[in-house]
């Protein structure tokens, strides 16, 4: 009876057999000493990574808070609004914060603090800790005159979010007690050590306690405090359970105590395995070669195991993937010429109806006796209809081989204005409203500007064969942010070109960037598939939105 399924199974075998118990052993102790000095280490990377986190989130939401009070003080009519609201507040010690939307106050007279604050809102035990900016309000010979907040709690929602996204816990604490010496009683459930006790509530100073617990259980934390004008309004809190960093820690070093029995093993089983390795390494070698474009490789092995069937697999393999190499390449000279005999059949139609009109012309001037005013009229008809071959093959060339795409900074605002002025005359012609809403005066990309020229002309001028009858054009362009894995924000600079004209059909839509494809008597069906490839070019992306008798409007999406 055989103990041994197959060749390589004994070779491994006797290997790892080769190792004894001893070295493991020893592996084992020396690497949890390595892990005891190290395991605190991490904790406290852990929990200051959580820290930094819940920082940006802070300033974050400052910076939300700021935005919102260039908001409202930006906008014309909010002056006389506010001036007016003042007189409804009557003294300081009365009133002195007006409520005007959510999360957001007017206040009367200079403000003990501008800028970036912490404050609490609430009576009692229900007290809620906030976070904000305030923006003052100057009159006309910029007195400060009062000023504009704006605050965001950090409460539970904040709590959850830094927990969900770095698995460590973290709590808010608002003070309830006005007293100093009573601050650390108000925080429930929780304790500090003395040295903890005296930087946080005396000295005010973020610390890091090895020694807290929480609810009674021991957890390393980490402590912040946040400051109102002359004491502490509450703390951050956030730390890991001492039995569960343990574990977690536990878990992180088990390959690499695996790692060192595996080392061992290796040093000591190395003459057995080397007749497992050397193979191998002929394996990664054909492999990479393969990888790489090389399929001439063929692997030579006198072993009868395992290995040497799967030299001969490979060979076979490597034989088989240079057959359909070819096959590839065969295939893809068909599609090329069979693309490119479909893109022919295209221009060849476009371009057969105007020859026709030329020839039927010429003719007539030839056979014909013409006064000077039918002959004028002929002779337009020939350079009309050369025109349009001509542009048919401009825009097939520029379809099939577009130019070299050469980037450099550019302000979308410029192009946008600079290519409404080119068909100023036309719009007004037809009777076109344009309507601008820039969201600020600079957009910066990294562009071809001749190309984006291109584009923003290509999506006017269909907007105006569109509208026919007259109507709106409005463009819009705006810096917009898409969410991104692992809590990150991808920048994007919007453009929007939206008419009111005759609108497409759901059915239309779906062919509408085709190349050649058009709903015009005259068009070609390569201005929006060139615009298509000019964002495509830059990385961006474009769609369509549409409704028939309700009109269109194409939305073009760059990278920052």
């Given at each position: 009876?055989?103990?041994?399924?197959?060749?390589?199974?004994?070779?491994?075998?006797?290997?790892?057999?080769?190792?004894?118990?001893?070295?493991?052993?020893?592996?084992?102790?020396?690497?949890?000493?390595?892990?005891?000095?190290?395991?605190?280490?991490?904790?406290?990377?852990?929990?200051?990574?959580?820290?930094?986190?819940?920082?940006?989130?802070?300033?974050?939401?400052?910076?939300?808070?700021?935005?919102?009070?260039?908001?409202?003080?930006?906008?014309?009519?909010?002056?006389?609004?506010?001036?007016?609201?003042?007189?409804?507040?009557?003294?300081?010690?009365?009133?002195?914060?007006?409520?005007?939307?959510?999360?957001?106050?007017?206040?009367?007279?200079?403000?003990?603090?501008?800028?970036?604050?912490?404050?609490?809102?609430?009576?009692?035990?229900?007290?809620?800790?906030?976070?904000?900016?305030?923006?003052?309000?100057?009159?006309?010979?910029?007195?400060?005159?009062?000023?504009?907040?704006?605050?965001?709690?950090?409460?539970?929602?904040?709590?959850?979010?830094?927990?969900?996204?770095?698995?460590?816990?973290?709590?808010?604490?608002?003070?309830?007690?006005?007293?100093?010496?009573?601050?650390?009683?108000?925080?429930?459930?929780?304790?500090?050590?003395?040295?903890?006790?005296?930087e946080i509530f005396q000295k005010h100073e973020t610390y890091y306690d090895q020694g807290a617990t929480l609810k009674g259980k021991p957890y390393a934390a980490l402590c912040k405090p946040f400051m109102g004008e002359d004491k502490i309004l509450?703390?951050?809190?956030?730390?890991?359970?001492?039995?569960?960093?343990?574990?977690?820690?536990?878990?992180?070093?088990?390959?690499?105590?695996?790692?060192?029995?595996?080392?061992?093993?290796?040093?000591?089983?190395?003459?057995?395995?080397?007749?497992?390795?050397?193979?191998?390494?002929?394996?990664?070698?054909?492999?990479?070669?393969?990888?790489?474009?090389?399929?001439?490789?063929?692997?030579?092995?006198?072993?009868?195991?395992?290995?040497?069937?799967?030299?001969?697999?490979?060979?076979?393999?490597?034989?088989?993937?240079?057959?359909?190499?070819?096959?590839?390449?065969?295939?893809?000279?068909?599609?090329?010429?069979?693309?490119?005999?479909?893109?022919?059949?295209?221009?060849?139609?476009?371009?057969?109806?105007?020859?026709?009109?030329?020839?039927?012309?010429?003719?007539?001037?030839?056979?014909?006796?013409?006064?000077?005013?039918?002959?004028?009229?002929?002779?337009?008809?020939?350079?009309?209809?050369?025109?349009?071959?001509?542009?048919?093959?401009?825009?097939?060339?520029?379809?099939?081989?577009?130019?070299?795409?050469?980037?450099?900074?550019?302000?979308?605002?410029?192009?946008?204005?600079?290519?409404?002025?080119?068909?100023?005359?036309?719009?007004?012609?037809?009777?076109?409203?344009?309507?601008?809403?820039?969201?600020?005066?600079?957009?910066?990309?990294?562009?071809?500007?001749?190309?984006?020229?291109?584009?923003?002309?290509?999506?006017?001028?269909?907007?105006?064969?569109?509208?026919?009858?007259?109507?709106?054009?409005?463009?819009?362009?705006?810096?917009?942010?898409?969410?991104?894995?692992?809590?990150?924000?991808?920048?994007?600079?919007?453009?929007?070109?939206?008419d009111t004209g005759r609108g497409v059909s759901a059915k239309l839509k779906k062919k509408i960037f085709e190349p050649f494809y058009t709903t015009r008597e005259h068009g070609t069906g390569l201005g929006l598939s060139i615009s298509r490839k000019?964002?495509?070019?830059?990385?961006?992306?474009?769609?369509?939105?549409?409704?028939?008798?309700?009109?269109?409007?194409?939305?073009?999406?760059?990278?920052?």
């Amino acid at each position: 009876m055989r103990i041994f399924k197959s060749r390589l199974q004994k070779k491994l075998i006797l290997s790892f057999l080769a190792v004894g118990i001893a070295p493991m052993v020893i592996s084992i102790f020396m690497t949890t000493q390595i892990m005891s000095r190290r395991v605190e280490e991490d904790i406290k990377n852990t929990i200051y990574d959580a820290y930094n986190l819940a920082e940006e989130e802070i300033t974050q939401l400052q910076a939300m808070a700021f935005e919102s009070n260039e908001h409202y003080l930006n906008q014309p009519e909010f002056f006389k609004s506010t001036k007016k609201a003042f007189f409804e507040i009557k003294t300081w010690d009365e009133q002195p914060y007006l409520p005007i939307a959510e999360n957001v106050f007017l206040y009367k007279g200079p403000h003990p603090k501008e800028g970036k604050l912490f404050i609490e809102v609430g009576v009692g035990q229900l007290k809620t800790l906030m976070t904000g900016v305030v923006s003052p309000i100057k009159d006309e010979n910029e007195n400060v005159i009062g000023g504009l907040g704006t605050v965001y709690p950090l409460g539970q929602r904040f709590e959850q979010n830094i927990t969900r996204l770095t698995g460590v816990a973290v709590r808010i604490f608002a003070m309830v007690s006005s007293e100093e010496e009573e601050e650390k009683k108000e925080i429930r459930d929780v304790k500090f050590s003395q040295k903890a006790e005296e930087e946080i509530f005396q000295k005010h100073e973020t610390y890091y306690d090895q020694g807290a617990t929480l609810k009674g259980k021991p957890y390393a934390a980490l402590c912040k405090p946040f400051m109102g004008e002359d004491k502490i309004l509450g703390l951050m809190l956030i730390g890991i359970p001492k039995t569960y960093a343990f574990q977690t820690v536990l878990k992180e070093y088990l390959p690499f105590f695996l790692g060192i029995w595996i080392l061992v093993a290796g040093a000591l089983g190395y003459i057995i395995t080397r007749g497992i390795t050397n193979p191998i390494s002929k394996f990664i070698k054909g492999a990479n070669a393969i990888a790489s474009g090389d399929l001439n490789q063929h692997i030579i092995l006198n072993s009868k195991d395992e290995i040497g069937s799967l030299a001969l697999a490979f060979n076979n393999m490597a034989a088989e993937l240079k057959k359909m190499q070819k096959m590839q390449e065969e295939l893809r000279k068909l599609d090329r010429l069979s693309a490119l005999g479909q893109l022919a059949a295209e221009v060849a139609h476009e371009v057969k109806n105007p020859l026709g009109i030329i020839k039927n012309s010429a003719q007539i001037l030839e056979s014909s006796p013409l006064d000077e005013i039918k002959r004028k009229e002929i002779v337009n008809f020939i350079i009309e209809e050369a025109e349009r071959i001509n542009k048919v093959v401009d825009n097939f060339l520029q379809f099939a081989r577009p130019p070299k795409t050469r980037k450099q900074k550019t302000n979308i605002i410029e192009v946008l204005n600079r290519t409404v002025q080119l068909v100023s005359d036309t719009l007004t012609k037809n009777n076109i409203e344009v309507i601008k809403e820039y969201k600020g005066t600079v957009l910066l990309i990294r562009t071809d500007q001749s190309q984006l020229q291109q584009l923003f002309l290509n999506l006017t001028l269909n907007a105006i064969e569109a509208m026919s009858e007259g109507g709106r054009l409005k463009i819009s362009a705006q810096l917009e942010f898409e969410k991104a894995p692992r809590h990150t924000k991808e920048k994007w600079i919007q453009i929007i070109f939206s008419d009111t004209g005759r609108g497409v059909s759901a059915k239309l839509k779906k062919k509408i960037f085709e190349p050649f494809y058009t709903t015009r008597e005259h068009g070609t069906g390569l201005g929006l598939s060139i615009s298509r490839k000019i964002v495509e070019n830059h990385g961006g992306k474009i769609t369509l939105e549409s409704e028939v008798g309700k009109g269109s409007s194409f939305k073009i999406l760059f990278p920052v």
